[in-house]
């Protein structure tokens, strides 16, 4: 919610009617639904949308790992460059997805996130 509520915040740069009207009403917002509120605003296509936020899950993991492990910038750069061709096929094929196509049971990572995004402090909060 935190990450919703930050992400609307900044976008507010980019005015649209559809975000400012919920902005209005609703405080809490989770991260995925703020950006779908954002795109769908601003008319970006549904694959559009999920291309870009798989770009940017995956910008945000590249960042995380030059700063833990012992990964350059360039060496960065190169490994995000190397996941675009999968960022654009996972983003084409997900705006084509159906709900029985995208369902899925995992509990043990579900309780894991669950005691995970409680937690005080975490590495790289935003």
Known sequence: ????????????AWPDPVSADLSARIEDIAYPVAVAIKAAGHRIGLSDALTAYLHGFAANLVSAAVRL?????????????????AILEIGSM?????????????????????????????????
């Open 94 to 126: 997900a705006g084509r997805a159906g709900l029985d196509d995208i369902g899925g049971c995992g509990l043990a990572s579900d309780i894991a996130a669950m005691k995970h995004e409680t937690q005080y402090t975490r590495l790289f909060r935003s």
């Open 69 to 85: 492990v012992p990964l350059g910038q360039s060496d960065g750069v190169r490994a995000l460059a190397a996941l675009e061709p």
């Open 1 to 12: 919610m935190a990450q919703g509520a930050a992400f609307m915040k900044a976008a507010a």
